[in-house]
């Protein structure tokens, strides 16, 4: 990622949050089981699909304020520094006029928010401001603005390197060179 220090994501199925310092130390930090197994099980079950290629496409067609309840919902005063499309509650709004292709937003908006914010605290703890965001999921084009809302709100940088998807691979054959 260029960064010497950094909070690395590893998202899959579930979701992993390490700790690496550049040439001198990799840590798991904690996991969460919030990743693509959520979005394919929720998808599952609200749209009857579990092809992750067909929900992902569906989800560049969604619009999420049709299903999350917004701070713009709820006041026209601002809050802090939150503008009024930040998500108050994921699936909070949801009307009659959602179609399958706002709730697959909704679901990957939802996903990408709750690892995005377990990844910007773990940041915090650590007092750095990059997140290397790695895996299959790492390259879902619908994700792309939650994600940049996250580091509009939070001061924080997300950064997808090339081949983010193997990353895990790559970094388990460096280690085990090292060995």
Known sequence: SGQEKSVVVSMGTG???IWAEQNKEVRHLCGSG???GTIL???SKMLGTRSYEHIAELALR?????????IGDITRNQLANMNNKTTASNFG??????TDADFAMGVINMVFQTVGIFAM???REHKVDTIVLTGSLSRMEAAKPVIVALE??????YIV???SEFCTAIGAALYGERK
């Open 15 to 17: 979701t992993a949050f």
């Open 34 to 36: 919030v990743g693509g």
């Open 41 to 43: 099980g929720l998808c």
């Open 62 to 70: 969604g619009d999420t304020e049709a299903v999350d309840l917004t």
């Open 93 to 98: 709004k949801t009307n009659d006029d959602a």
């Open 121 to 123: 605290m773990a940041a």
């Open 152 to 157: 509009e709100l939070y001061g924080v940088h």
């Open 161 to 163: 390197p090339e081949h």
